[in-house]
């Protein structure tokens, strides 16, 4: 009996190390990728807060317009979101980094903003109405994005981050499906102006439950680290904001990320303000009406960005992030160039290439931004997130947008035709970036020389 059981022990597999391993980094991706967290959910989430908003913001200049303001006093109230973003985005990143704060922070946020958005409905063509209002839901918006798509990539496991473009581009789809109807809903004489804010109420509460209900808290090993951090760094958190800035600065990596960033704001800035301006001169230059074109351009714009989000990750795990980053900025001088025309007449090859143009600026911060946020989350620290998240945000909107806007302004009024302010434009971005390539690339030789 005592052989028996001698033989027995003998018998008994041993343990095999590799399958402990497995086992453990299977359990693991379980527990990340469990607490609510649901690629369906999410996806819904993206394209019901992007409905809510592509509704309404990409309209608001000619709103203003419609209620009689000048150019110059929608340029100035345009330039309220930027500028609030930068103050107010850190801030608020910094406190939903607090533990258990970031899905409150950022419910309390979404439907404040959408409060203050909703009461541009009721100021006429008062500037300072506009103005207040402007800036209170400017405020209150400024770190929604970024918040959400914080908790998104910390939630997701982490070997499937880089696929967050894929989860994202939900999103762009919503703004694209109710950019496209709402303008046309504007062009009716039976809808107009006011229909935006009955829409946007509507889809906001759908939004704001879809974020209640499917965003996560958090995966609960990140949530455990949290509630494990010494008090002392909860105590700091009310200027952790600072200490992101510091880390821009100290970290290059970080540095060259938020600098690719800003260039790609400045350049879409400008495009952005002063693209459909451009067009609308020659097509009225030319005898020809834009309507029908114009919707075709919101129909690429949504398209070039669902491409970009959607094999974003897939071209950051073959080309490596850095490449796709820059490879993503070398496409704008082309991208300006296309504004400025491919004939100086307006014929099918003129407005193919304002087609191609609004495609590649969508793919472009699509491409950028996604690989931007995952790389970002990987390397900031676990208690700053959401505040490097947002001061990436707030760099893009508040540096970029503002500066891309202003000097876009000087270019143009220079000009006079806009066509070639784009064009002197795309030449001078080009120039650059051929010499921060060639610096990038013969520094380092020369100092290991």
Sequence with gaps: MTAAAVTTIERKPKADPKRSVTKVKLTTERIESGDGFNYNKIRATYFCFRISTGCIVPFMALYMQHKGLSPSQIGSLQAIRPIVTLLCGPLWGSLSDRPGWKKSVLLLLYISSVAFRLCLSFVGSNVLGFAIALCSSSMFYSAVPSIL???VVSSMPEHERTNFGRVRLWGELGNGVSSSIMMTVINSESYGFESLFIVHAITSAFGFMCLLSFVPEGSPIQRVQEENKNKAIEQNTSVKWKDGFRLIISDIQILGLFSLVILMGYTLGFVENFCYMNMRQIYERNGQPIGKDMTICRMCVTIGGIISWFFA??????F???IVMFAS???????????????????????????LAE?????????LWSTATVRLNKLSPLNMKSTMQSLMESTYRGFGHTSGAFFGGILCKKYGDMSEAFIVAGKGLLSFLIAAGTMFYTLPQKELA
């Design 320 to 322: 490596g992030t850095e």
């Design 329 to 355: 900025v070398c496409c704008l001088p082309f991208c300006l160039f296309l504004y400025g025309g491919v004939t100086s007449e307006l014929n099918n090859w003129t407005k193919a290439g304002f087609f």
């Design 149 to 151: 798509d914080s908790i």
């Design 359 to 367: 495609s590649i600026r969508s793919g472009v911060y699509a491409s």
């Design 313 to 318: 990750g897939s071209w950051g795990k073959r």
